[in-house]
């Protein structure tokens, strides 16, 4: 008797968190509206600064027995070129360099070169490496090539996965649910939202320390398509469960109760999920070495931003699009 009064009293509460998410969703929308306008903004002033795999450019690595200060290489090296421009030094393991800079003449590297060589340092080339401007703009179409190809293949997927998700006709004669595409689309939404976010804190990363897009940074992107469209798919797929269950057993319970009790029943399993991902995430941030960095960084922004968009945003707007929907059907009659 005890457990089955622990288990009603488990699911009353997972159901009240659940409808939490739903009850709120106009303020959560706001609050997740404001995020995202932020980092928009911060794309719009800032942009993001591509590395030479994407502009084209040029790439040294060197190590040193004695590793100079930074600032003083960037005051030597700035002061090597005439016209330079912009320039990323960052450090590379325990011992070394890493610059990036725009495409140099020879004579223009050999005075980069001198530049580097702090007399007393052990100064020892490692790599040097030169990006043509149309190898990076290949890479670049291509980059956004696989992410709109993803994109299209998670909406035919979903769509064809929840094809029968929506019932025909109730014996009031009216349709309960929305449609699988629209399941396919709120899904693609919600990704846009996974990736703005990380893109815009990668923005101001870029602004201020200097933060560079390369392929690194690409195939995080890509890894949250993946990671935070399994997030919402688990969440979707409970509510066809609970709606076809309900159907079965002739329940009455509106659809926004269903979403509520299917969010009760999953958001556990997704806060869990994520925060095991974070703390791998966060070890590699933590200790990985200085070139997987931003790698970690966006990752975990984006694990972040998947877990709570699933929530707060995937969810929720199943609900707002069939009130929607519904009250458009009950103008038309």
């Known amino acids: 008797m005890w457990s089955e009064f622990a288990h009603i009293s488990h699911n009353s509460r997972d159901n009240t968190i659940g409808m939490f998410f739903i009850t709120n969703r106009k303020v959560l929308f706001g609050l997740i509206g404001a995020l995202s306008l932020a980092c928009l903004i911060a794309l719009g002033f800032w942009g993001l600064n591509f590395g030479i795999e994407f502009t084209g450019g040029t790439l040294v690595e060197v190590r040193y027995d004695d590793r100079p200060e930074k600032v003083l290489l960037e005051e030597r090296v700035s002061?090597?070129?005439?016209?330079?421009?912009v320039f990323s030094l960052r450090a590379s393991g325990e011992q070394g360099y890493m610059l990036r800079t725009r495409d140099v003449t020879e004579e223009e590297y050999q005075e980069i070169q001198n530049a580097l060589a702090v007399e007393g340092s052990g100064f020892e080339e490692e790599r040097r490496a030169t990006v043509g401007p149309s190898i990076g703009t290949e890479l670049k179409n291509k980059a956004l090539a696989a992410i709109a190809v993803v994109s299209v293949l998670i909406i035919l997927y979903v769509a064809f996965a929840f094809r029968n998700v929506q019932d025909d006709e109730?014996?009031?004669?009216?349709?309960?649910?929305?449609?699988?595409?629209?399941?396919?689309?709120?899904?693609?939404?919600?990704?846009?939202?996974?990736?703005?976010?990380p893109l815009g804190v990668f923005a101001v990363l870029g602004q201020f320390a200097g933060a560079e897009v390369d392929v690194l940074i690409v195939m995080a992107l890509l890894t949250i398509l993946g990671y935070s469209v399994n997030d919402t798919i688990v969440i979707f797929d409970r509510v066809r469960e609970n709606l076809l269950k309900n159907k079965e057993e002739r329940t009455e319970e509106s659809f926004a109760e269903t979403v509520g009790k299917s969010l009760g029943q999953t958001y556990a399993r997704s806060i869990n999920t994520s925060l095991t991902t974070l703390l791998v995430v966060v070890s590699l941030l933590v200790f990985g070495g200085s070139t997987t960095t931003y790698f970690a960084l966006v990752l975990a922004t984006g694990v972040l931003a998947g877990t709570y968009s699933s929530l707060a945003l995937a969810a929720p707007l199943l609900v707002t699009i069939e009130e929607y929907q519904r009250k458009k059907r009950e103008a038309g009659k």
């Open 79 to 85: 002061g090597a070129v005439d016209g330079l421009g």
């Open 170 to 197: 109730e014996d009031d004669g009216e349709r309960t649910g929305v449609s699988s595409w629209t399941y396919g689309f709120i899904a693609i939404f919600v990704l846009l939202h996974d990736l703005l976010v």
